[in-house]
T-cell receptor, first 114, second 114 residues
Framework: DVKVTQSSRYLVKRTGEKVFLECVQD?????MFWYRQDPGLGLRLIYF???????EKGDIPEGYSVSREKKERFSLILESASTNQTSMYLC?????????????FGEGSWLTVV | GENVEQHPSTLSVQEGDSAVIKCTYS??????FPWYKQELGKRPQLIID?????GEKKDQRIAVTLNKTAKHFSLHITETQPEDSAVYFC?????????????FGRGTQLTVWP
Protein backbone atom coordinates (compact mmCIF):
# COMPACT_ATOMS: atom_id res chain seq x y z
CA ASP A 1 0.00 0.00 0.00
CA VAL A 2 1.42 3.33 -1.07
CA LYS A 3 1.93 5.75 1.73
CA VAL A 4 2.41 9.48 1.27
CA THR A 5 2.92 11.16 4.61
CA GLN A 6 2.71 14.85 5.34
CA SER A 7 4.30 15.56 8.66
CA SER A 8 2.14 18.50 9.69
CA ARG A 9 -1.65 18.30 9.41
CA TYR A 10 -2.49 21.69 10.94
CA LEU A 11 -0.27 24.74 11.18
CA VAL A 12 -0.83 28.33 12.20
CA LYS A 13 1.91 30.77 11.15
CA ARG A 14 2.38 34.51 11.26
CA THR A 15 2.71 36.74 8.21
CA GLY A 16 6.34 36.90 7.12
CA GLU A 17 7.38 33.63 8.71
CA LYS A 18 9.25 31.00 6.75
CA VAL A 19 7.19 27.82 6.53
CA PHE A 20 8.31 24.30 5.67
CA LEU A 21 5.84 21.59 4.64
CA GLU A 22 7.38 18.14 4.51
CA CYS A 23 6.26 15.13 2.51
CA VAL A 24 7.64 11.59 2.45
CA GLN A 25 6.61 8.67 0.24
CA ASP A 26 7.61 5.06 0.73
CA UNK A 27 7.05 3.57 -2.74
CA UNK A 28 10.24 4.67 -4.51
CA UNK A 29 8.21 6.95 -6.81
CA UNK A 30 10.18 9.24 -9.09
CA UNK A 31 7.51 11.95 -9.38
CA MET A 32 6.38 14.09 -6.50
CA PHE A 33 3.93 16.97 -6.54
CA TRP A 34 2.66 19.81 -4.38
CA TYR A 35 -0.91 20.97 -4.92
CA ARG A 36 -2.93 23.67 -3.28
CA GLN A 37 -6.66 23.10 -2.74
CA ASP A 38 -9.10 25.97 -2.33
CA PRO A 39 -12.92 25.79 -2.48
CA GLY A 40 -14.18 26.24 -6.03
CA LEU A 41 -10.67 26.28 -7.50
CA GLY A 42 -9.93 22.57 -7.37
CA LEU A 43 -6.40 21.21 -7.22
CA ARG A 44 -3.81 23.65 -8.48
CA LEU A 45 -0.26 22.48 -9.09
CA ILE A 46 2.44 24.53 -7.37
CA TYR A 47 5.60 22.57 -8.18
CA PHE A 48 6.59 19.07 -9.10
CA UNK A 49 9.77 17.05 -9.24
CA UNK A 50 10.67 14.08 -11.40
CA UNK A 51 14.02 13.28 -9.83
CA UNK A 52 16.29 14.20 -6.97
CA UNK A 53 17.31 17.85 -7.16
CA UNK A 54 15.04 18.39 -10.18
CA UNK A 55 11.99 20.63 -10.05
CA GLU A 56 9.46 22.12 -12.43
CA LYS A 57 7.06 25.00 -11.90
CA GLY A 58 3.39 24.23 -11.94
CA ASP A 59 0.57 26.70 -12.46
CA ILE A 60 0.96 28.81 -9.31
CA PRO A 61 4.65 28.77 -8.21
CA GLU A 62 4.82 32.40 -7.08
CA GLY A 63 5.65 32.74 -3.41
CA TYR A 64 6.77 29.11 -3.10
CA SER A 65 9.93 27.10 -3.55
CA VAL A 66 10.68 23.39 -3.21
CA SER A 67 13.50 21.10 -2.27
CA ARG A 68 14.14 17.48 -3.16
CA GLU A 69 17.43 16.30 -1.70
CA LYS A 70 16.34 12.66 -1.38
CA LYS A 71 14.07 10.62 -3.62
CA GLU A 72 11.50 9.95 -0.92
CA ARG A 73 11.22 13.49 0.43
CA PHE A 74 9.79 16.63 -1.17
CA SER A 75 9.51 19.86 0.77
CA LEU A 76 7.43 22.93 0.04
CA ILE A 77 8.81 26.22 1.34
CA LEU A 78 6.98 29.47 1.84
CA GLU A 79 9.81 31.99 2.12
CA SER A 80 7.63 34.71 3.65
CA ALA A 81 4.13 33.52 4.41
CA SER A 82 1.22 35.77 3.51
CA THR A 83 -2.46 35.56 4.41
CA ASN A 84 -3.40 34.65 0.83
CA GLN A 85 -1.40 31.45 1.26
CA THR A 86 -3.88 30.20 3.84
CA SER A 87 -5.02 26.97 2.25
CA MET A 88 -4.90 23.20 2.22
CA TYR A 89 -1.71 21.78 0.73
CA LEU A 90 -1.61 18.31 -0.75
CA CYS A 91 1.52 16.34 -1.54
CA UNK A 92 1.37 13.49 -4.07
CA UNK A 93 3.62 10.99 -5.78
CA UNK A 94 3.60 8.68 -8.81
CA UNK A 95 5.81 6.48 -10.90
CA UNK A 96 7.53 8.36 -13.68
CA UNK A 97 7.41 6.34 -16.82
CA UNK A 98 4.62 7.15 -19.26
CA UNK A 99 1.20 8.61 -18.71
CA UNK A 100 -1.53 6.81 -16.84
CA UNK A 101 0.29 6.25 -13.60
CA UNK A 102 -1.86 6.68 -10.54
CA UNK A 103 -1.12 9.69 -8.40
CA UNK A 104 -1.28 8.99 -4.66
CA PHE A 105 -2.06 11.86 -2.32
CA GLY A 106 -1.09 12.57 1.25
CA GLU A 107 -3.67 13.54 3.88
CA GLY A 108 -3.07 17.25 3.41
CA SER A 109 -1.67 20.08 5.50
CA TRP A 110 -4.02 22.83 6.60
CA LEU A 111 -2.07 26.09 6.81
CA THR A 112 -3.47 29.24 8.34
CA VAL A 113 -1.43 32.43 8.05
CA VAL A 114 -2.46 35.18 10.45
CA GLY B 1 -1.13 22.89 -21.68
CA GLU B 2 -4.31 20.90 -21.23
CA ASN B 3 -7.49 22.58 -19.94
CA VAL B 4 -10.12 20.50 -18.15
CA GLU B 5 -13.61 21.87 -17.46
CA GLN B 6 -15.91 20.09 -15.01
CA HIS B 7 -19.68 20.47 -14.51
CA PRO B 8 -21.68 20.84 -12.40
CA SER B 9 -19.82 22.33 -9.46
CA THR B 10 -22.49 21.05 -7.06
CA LEU B 11 -24.96 18.21 -7.43
CA SER B 12 -27.66 17.04 -5.03
CA VAL B 13 -29.53 13.79 -5.55
CA GLN B 14 -31.88 11.58 -3.59
CA GLU B 15 -30.54 8.28 -2.36
CA GLY B 16 -31.10 5.65 -5.03
CA ASP B 17 -31.04 8.11 -7.92
CA SER B 18 -28.24 8.34 -10.49
CA ALA B 19 -25.61 11.08 -10.64
CA VAL B 20 -23.65 12.21 -13.68
CA ILE B 21 -20.62 14.49 -13.71
CA LYS B 22 -19.22 15.73 -17.01
CA CYS B 23 -15.76 16.93 -18.03
CA THR B 24 -14.35 18.31 -21.23
CA TYR B 25 -10.71 18.55 -22.23
CA SER B 26 -8.91 20.64 -24.79
CA UNK B 27 -5.96 18.60 -26.04
CA UNK B 28 -6.83 15.81 -28.46
CA UNK B 29 -3.55 14.11 -27.52
CA UNK B 30 -4.85 13.37 -24.01
CA UNK B 31 -5.03 9.63 -23.49
CA UNK B 32 -5.66 8.95 -19.80
CA PHE B 33 -8.62 10.14 -17.73
CA PRO B 34 -8.81 9.29 -14.02
CA TRP B 35 -11.49 10.23 -11.50
CA TYR B 36 -10.69 10.98 -7.86
CA LYS B 37 -13.05 11.03 -4.90
CA GLN B 38 -12.33 13.16 -1.85
CA GLU B 39 -14.43 12.59 1.25
CA LEU B 40 -14.65 15.36 3.80
CA GLY B 41 -11.33 15.82 5.57
CA LYS B 42 -9.63 13.05 3.63
CA ARG B 43 -7.20 12.72 0.75
CA PRO B 44 -8.35 12.39 -2.88
CA GLN B 45 -8.32 8.76 -3.98
CA LEU B 46 -8.56 7.21 -7.41
CA ILE B 47 -11.92 5.51 -7.97
CA ILE B 48 -11.86 4.73 -11.68
CA ASP B 49 -9.93 5.62 -14.80
CA UNK B 50 -10.19 5.17 -18.55
CA UNK B 51 -7.72 5.20 -21.39
CA UNK B 52 -8.33 6.63 -24.83
CA UNK B 53 -8.55 3.23 -26.52
CA UNK B 54 -11.69 2.37 -24.50
CA GLY B 55 -15.12 3.98 -24.72
CA GLU B 56 -16.59 2.84 -21.42
CA LYS B 57 -15.48 1.22 -18.19
CA LYS B 58 -17.58 -0.02 -15.27
CA ASP B 59 -16.85 -0.94 -11.69
CA GLN B 60 -19.94 -1.96 -9.76
CA ARG B 61 -22.06 1.20 -9.34
CA ILE B 62 -19.68 3.56 -11.08
CA ALA B 63 -18.87 3.89 -14.76
CA VAL B 64 -16.93 6.26 -16.92
CA THR B 65 -17.59 7.00 -20.59
CA LEU B 66 -15.27 8.71 -23.04
CA ASN B 67 -16.12 10.46 -26.31
CA LYS B 68 -12.84 11.26 -28.01
CA THR B 69 -14.45 13.02 -30.93
CA ALA B 70 -16.27 15.47 -28.69
CA LYS B 71 -13.40 15.51 -26.17
CA HIS B 72 -15.54 14.82 -23.15
CA PHE B 73 -15.79 12.14 -20.51
CA SER B 74 -18.33 11.50 -17.79
CA LEU B 75 -18.67 9.75 -14.43
CA HIS B 76 -21.91 7.89 -13.79
CA ILE B 77 -22.93 6.72 -10.34
CA THR B 78 -26.04 4.56 -10.11
CA GLU B 79 -28.12 3.73 -7.02
CA THR B 80 -26.42 6.48 -5.07
CA GLN B 81 -25.89 6.08 -1.34
CA PRO B 82 -25.11 8.65 1.37
CA GLU B 83 -21.50 7.44 1.46
CA ASP B 84 -21.13 8.61 -2.15
CA SER B 85 -21.30 12.18 -0.84
CA ALA B 86 -17.88 13.71 -1.58
CA VAL B 87 -16.01 15.99 -3.95
CA TYR B 88 -15.21 14.32 -7.26
CA PHE B 89 -12.36 15.48 -9.50
CA CYS B 90 -11.81 14.54 -13.11
CA UNK B 91 -8.38 14.78 -14.68
CA UNK B 92 -6.59 14.30 -17.96
CA UNK B 93 -3.07 13.78 -19.12
CA UNK B 94 -1.52 13.53 -22.54
CA UNK B 95 1.47 12.02 -24.22
CA UNK B 96 3.30 15.35 -24.27
CA UNK B 97 2.60 16.05 -20.60
CA UNK B 98 5.72 16.53 -18.57
CA UNK B 99 6.31 13.18 -17.00
CA UNK B 100 2.79 12.21 -16.10
CA UNK B 101 1.44 15.45 -14.79
CA UNK B 102 -2.38 15.41 -14.39
CA UNK B 103 -4.59 18.37 -15.23
CA PHE B 104 -7.57 18.49 -12.87
CA GLY B 105 -11.07 19.87 -13.18
CA ARG B 106 -12.33 22.14 -10.41
CA GLY B 107 -14.35 19.45 -8.71
CA THR B 108 -18.00 18.57 -8.13
CA GLN B 109 -19.51 18.49 -4.64
CA LEU B 110 -21.98 15.58 -4.69
CA THR B 111 -24.52 15.38 -1.88
CA VAL B 112 -26.74 12.32 -1.58
CA TRP B 113 -29.80 12.87 0.62
CA PRO B 114 -31.26 9.90 2.48
Amino acid sequence: DVKVTQSSRYLVKRTGEKVFLECVQDMDHENMFWYRQDPGLGLRLIYFSYDVKMKEKGDIPEGYSVSREKKERFSLILESASTNQTSMYLCASSLRVGSGNTIYFGEGSWLTVV
Amino acid sequence: GENVEQHPSTLSVQEGDSAVIKCTYSDSASNYFPWYKQELGKRPQLIIDIRSNVGEKKDQRIAVTLNKTAKHFSLHITETQPEDSAVYFCAATYRGSTLGRLYFGRGTQLTVWP
